[in-house]
């Protein structure tokens, strides 16, 4: 990224250097000790780059967190963030929102889009947690994806922010950076998790999950990766996917890369970038 500077540190992000990484990789297959190194030479890379990542949904316990990851299917943290100050105020407690009129509940939350299907997921989870769970969100996996609208990916954001279990959120983001890098092959979320749960101690699963997401929001975009303003470039085989000139790279970067807001309202004290508006402002 030439000379962007993060969290304001006199640290300058390294511009990739050195010869192609494809080609590097053209000579002969790499082996599995291979990969399982550079894997988790990424993660440190990306540990260095993101020391401040987190989850980008703002919450304040487990219930409000469980409900914004599950609002936050098929849109972005952004969206979810400035929606979710009304719903908590309207609806506090898993009690609360298990008493919540549909119709009333579905216009709050209608930013998200796919609002009666949520609805539907939050009142039913709600009293889920009301009537087998005291109104408390459980801190076991399985015991969260039996609540309704809850998979798997939702159960280990949870664990892992709200209750220090480690655990592999794949999202769209962290399934396509890990098949870019070579890491695995699947498309399937759970054989990912597994196949990636092989590579890293466990200890590494919840920071990685947000590394890599940071990752692939800011730099490694789905349709257009910065590949030449990417740090990690000389570790990525997939390099050139994207745009390769510098100065080009520099202006696909996001969020507080590119010198723009977050998707957080409320960011926590070491967040580098700028907060996001509340739904409506600008």
Known sequence: MGEQPVRGRKKAVKRPTGP????KRTAKPE??????????RINRELAELYPYAHP???FRNPFELLVATVLSAQTTDLRVNQTTPALFAAYPTPEDMAAAVPEKLEEIIRPTGFFRAKSRSLIGLSAALRDDFGGEVPGRLADLVKLPGVGR?????VLGNAFGVPGITVDTHFGRLVRRWKWTEQEDPEKVEAEIAEIFPKSDWTMLSHRVVFHGRRICHSRKPACGACPIAPLCPSYGEGETDPEKARKL?????????GQRLSPPPDY???PAP???AG
């Open 20 to 23: 192609t990484p494809a080609a």
């Open 272 to 274: 580098p970038g700028m």
């Open 278 to 280: 509340p739904l409506g």
């Open 56 to 58: 980008e949904l703002d």
């Open 153 to 157: 990916k939702t159960a280990n954001v």
């Open 31 to 40: 082996s599995r000790l291979a990969m399982v190194r550079r894997a988790r």
């Open 253 to 261: 970067l996001k969020y507080e890369m590119g010198g723009y807001p």
